[in-house]
């Protein structure tokens, strides 16, 4: 709220306490994909927000990551060039999650604890970010999709990828569900969220 986020509006902000609190105050790497641009002709664009939040900025959810990871690295990733910030612990790339060259020239050798795919919401954006970007996560990290109920496209991209998909779950531990705000039931989130563990526990409700 104080930043102007919609991870309230989502749900997601509950959900992300819980996982992540425990990591809150580590010295940790976070990637962020999709920053919120206010261009009104760029796919996605979160031009609306301005009416809920007048106070938003591009790459506001970058800042709201770098002070609930008070010794995080905070990392974003966009195709808008209003987003492109570079402040005390907060580094951005223009690019595309879609283009896996431009992921291994400017990721080069990070690796992260958190990467949230909170771009294009389409399945094959999804699953095509997914497949670029799941080898950069640490070992015991967190990869999480939201919004994969096909905001974008009205496909779902675990029901149609899921054979890609439950191939990593079943290596690692993956938690998939609906959040819904009970107390906005308008508002509901859906999330796949992976651990990258090892663990073979594969999809649970336990993470």
Not at 9 to 31: A, C, P, T, V, W
Not at 66 to 86: L, P
Not at 91 to 99: A, I, R
Request: glycine residues 8%; aromatic residues 14%; contains cysteine.
């Amino acid at each position: 709220l104080k930043y102007g986020s919609d991870k309230v509006q989502s749900g997601y902000n509950n959900f992300y306490s819980k996982i992540l609190e425990n990591i809150r105050h580590e010295n940790i790497n976070h990637l962020e994909i999709g920053l919120g641009t206010l261009i009104p002709n760029i796919e996605s664009s979160f031009a609306d927000i301005i009416k809920s939040y007048p106070h938003y900025k591009p790459s506001s959810c970058l800042r709201m990551w770098r002070e609930y990871f008070t010794n995080g690295n905070i990392y974003g990733m966009d195709v808008a060039e209003d987003y492109m910030i570079e402040e005390e612990r907060i580094k951005t790339f223009l690019m595309s999650s879609l283009d896996a060259s431009s992921c291994i020239i400017n990721l080069k050798n990070l690796e992260f604890d958190v990467i949230i795919d909170d771009g294009l919401h389409t399945a094959i954006a999804q699953i095509t970010t997914f497949k670029n970007l799941f080898s950069k996560v640490k070992e015991g990290g967190y990869y999480i999709i939201e919004d994969i109920k096909g905001g974008g496209d009205g496909i779902n991209v675990f029901n149609e990828y899921n054979k890609e998909l439950m191939e990593v779950i079943n290596e690692h531990e993956c938690f998939y569900n609906y959040y819904i705000d009970y107390q906005d039931v308008s508002q509901e989130g859906t999330f796949l969220c992976i651990r990258k563990n090892y663990s073979k526990k594969g999809l649970t409700n336990d993470i």
